[in-house]
Nanobody
């Protein structure tokens, strides 16, 4: 079984905060680096943040110092704390293995994602 379930998205004003959660199946989460991705309207899916098994993290430049990714390996759960949200953060946010194939592919599974809307 394969599942990726994202939650926590909402509509907020610029400067607001949200915390996203991702619950993944064992075969995706266990002993594997994980990542957060997002897709804005009319744009391609892009990588946002990554976290490795021991806790090391990486972020795309425009979320550095605003977003924090973490994981709980006992619960197959990953989180994304988002602070000082900006309109350009508006997107559907997805979790998945890292790295992942970003363009649509029959060989890559994606969940439903969770909508984050930052309106100015």
């Amino acid at each position: 079984q394969v599942h990726l379930v994202e939650s926590g998205g909402d509509s907020v004003y610029p400067g607001g905060s949200l915390r996203l959660s991702c619950v993944a199946s064992d075969n995706i989460f266990n002993q594997r680096a994980m990542g957060w991705y997002r897709q804005a309207p009319g744009k391609a899916r892009e990588w946002v943040a990554a976290i490795f098994m021991a806790g090391s993290t990486n972020y795309r430049n425009d979320v550095l110092d605003r977003f924090t990714v973490s994981r709980d390996n006992t619960k197959n759960t990953m989180y994304l704390q988002m602070n000082d949200l900006k309109p350009e953060d508006t997107a559907v946010y997805y979790c998945n293995r890292f790295p992942a194939v970003l363009p649509p592919s029959p060989n890559e599974y994606w969940g439903q994602g969770t909508q984050v809307t930052v309106s100015s």
